[in-house]
């Protein structure tokens, strides 16, 4: 199944509005399954494509992550329980553990919900600078110095924001409703994670 194919099953005509009903539907519920919150997460890869090459690496570290928390799935049930399993191994901090993917996972979609708000603040033409805060908050603490400055190298290709409204085919007002959405639907599952580590007592700055 491609990503049209998935946007079109969501019952959704754009791609921000598919991602605001997935997360939506996974903030709902109490305890989030892993099998759920991977087909959500998803949808948030096309958000990285259409921002060009400043997010590349993001991109790409991104769907792995996901790809890798997919395969799990079939295996792991929960979030909860990808967590007991590297604890029990103690490989939460080991490169390649399922912990340390949905760590990386969790801080993609922290970064889409900074961009979004930053998005949201200012109707600033370029895009550079909502992108830059968003990164230099989310991402860049976590990041070598290469790979912090290849993304600010890339942040000068960046779509204009009408242009970024034209790849998600929206409008100003309609993508401003969704990505309301998604923000007050992802904050919970990004909070509900870092409780995931915290009451394991994993520190969150890594």
């Known amino acids: 199944m491609d990503e049209d194919d998935e946007f079109e099953d969501a019952g959704t005509g754009t ?3 598919a991602i605001a009903e997935a997360f ?33 690496f993001a991109e790409l ?19 909860n329980s990808i967590l007991d399993y590297d604890v ?24 889409i919900r900074a961009l979004f708000q930053n998005f949201l603040s200012t109707y600033d033409d370029s895009l550079k600078e909502a992108a830059s805060m968003a990164y230099a908050k989310v991402c860049a603490p976590y990041h070598t110095w290469a790979v912090r400055t290849a993304v600010s190298a890339g942040m000068c290709a960046l ?34 994670i870092d409780k995931l580590y915290i009451s394991r007592n994993i520190s969150l700055d890594w």
């Open 24 to 56: 939506e539907e996974l903030s709902s519920n109490h305890d989030l399954m892993l099998k759920p919150f991977c087909h959500a997460c998803s949808y948030v890869s096309v958000l990285f494509g259409s921002l060009g090459i400043a997010f590349k």
């Open 88 to 111: 029990r191994n103690d490989t939460v901090r080991t490169p390649g553990s399922l912990s340390r993917n949905l760590r990386r996972v969790r801080q993609g979609l922290d970064l």
């Open 15 to 17: 791609p921000l509005s």
């Open 159 to 192: 779509p204009t924001r009408d242009q970024l409204l034209i790849k998600l085919n929206e409008t100003d007002d309609s993508a401003e409703r969704e990505m309301r959405r998604y923000i007050d639907a992802s904050l919970p599952i990004i909070e509900y």
């Open 61 to 79: 570290e991104y769907v792995s992550k996901v790809r890798d928390l997919t395969e799990a799935s079939e295996i792991f049930g929960s979030l």
